[in-house]
């Protein structure tokens, strides 16, 4: 995977109301950390960022005041409605060495499930591997195309690139189709009745009331 270019400043001014500012002005407030450095503060171009999210960047060059590390976007912190970044986590790497990240698991396929009236509940929608940090893969691409309802796809079942181990537990389902659910039909006499109204408990068969 290609590493791009980040511009970022340092941060001068801290807290939640620096924070607030920050973002008004069309800035992204971050931290790096790692490889036992001190942590920097840091504040960096939020259109610049999200177009380099969006295109599946993992790894970033990260360039200030003629200096540069190599990083990881570690974390990425959203608002509730998920759609303003509050805060980004950079971690020092070196290309050449294994880290852990969360990579999008991309569907593709058609399931004969689904045309046949089946739910597809895609529930991992990322899953946590270990590769070298040159070679994070953009995605997981899993193939839905035997997909039948009532059946499931595990992590167990992905298929992933030789240099990359999965960490993500196993027997954690990823994709499955199941019917849909049926709305049990209320007739007319049934509506007009109302609900039963439980005044006494009712005696148990075999028995009379006394």
């Known amino acids: ?13 801290f807290g939640t109301r620096a924070a607030r500012k920050c973002r008004r002005s069309g800035l992204v407030p971050a931290i790096l950390y ?10 960096l171009n939020k259109k610049e960022f999200v177009k380099a999210l969006d295109s599946g960047v993992r790894t970033v060059n990260l360039k200030w005041n003629g200096s540069e590390e190599t990083a990881l976007i570690k974390n990425v912190q959203f608002d509730t409605f998920g ?18 990240t969360r990579v999008p698991i991309e569907l593709f396929g058609s399931s004969p499930g689904v045309q046949e009236g089946g739910i597809l509940d895609h529930s991992m929608k990322e899953v946590e591997m270990e590769c070298l940090a040159n070679e994070i893969p953009k995605s997981i691409r899993v193939n839905i195309s035997d997909l039948i309802i009532g059946k ?19 027997d954690i389902i ?27 408990r009712k005696p148990e068969a075999g028995k009379a009331e006394d």
């Open 1 to 13: 995977m290609e590493t791009q270019a980040l511009r970022v400043e340092i941060k001068k001014e």
């Open 34 to 43: 790692g490889h036992k450095q001190e942590n920097l503060m840091l504040s």
């Open 83 to 100: 759609k303003e970044i509050l805060h980004v986590d950079f971690v020092r790497i070196d290309l050449t060495e294994r880290v852990s």
């Open 152 to 170: 499931a796809i595990h992590v167990k079942d992905v298929v992933v690139p030789s240099n990359v181990k999965v960490l993500a537990n196993p």
């Open 174 to 200: 990823v994709v499955s189709v199941h019917f849909a659910a049926e709305e049990e039909e209320v007739s007319e006499e049934e509506l007009a009745a109302g609900p039963e109204v439980i005044t006494a």
